[in-house]
Nanobody
């Protein structure tokens, strides 16, 4: 099993920045990709960004490309999501997830992910 704990959410004004963190523990050697997803009220969960644990290749959703950056610190078993130029439409609960699928490209599809954090609220005011 892998446990994921997110932190760093909060309330910020439009145009501001936040950095989310996700600390992994347990059988972390099984992790191949770490991803961030978000879910706004009344909407389905959507992909935000993902990073391969080994090699560091990344993929991003078009809606956040150029504003958000995903990174990881393997020594700390932690993945980050730096969010800049935040917009009110970025308001959501942000979830960290871990996937064990072996492959070269980070996975975008939520059903592929094996482990999920509890989520952290990000609210962007206009």
């Amino acid at each position: 099993q892998v446990q994921l704990v997110e932190s760093g959410g909060g309330l910020v004004q439009a145009g501001g920045s936040l950095r989310l963190s996700c600390a992994a523990s347990g059988r972390t050697f099984s992790i191949r990709t770490m991803g961030w997803f978000r879910q706004a009220p009344g909407k389905e969960r959507e992909f935000v960004a993902a990073i391969k644990w080994s090699g560091g290749s990344t993929v991003y959703a078009d809606s956040i490309k150029g504003r958000f950056t995903i990174s990881r610190d393997n020594a700390k078993n932690t993945v980050y999501l730096q969010m800049n130029s935040l917009k009110p439409e970025d308001t959501a609960v942000y979830y960290c997830a871990a996937d064990r699928t072996v492959g070269l490209v980070p996975i975008r599809e939520a059903p592929s992910y094996d482990y999920w954090g509890q989520g952290t609220q990000v609210t962007v005011s206009s």
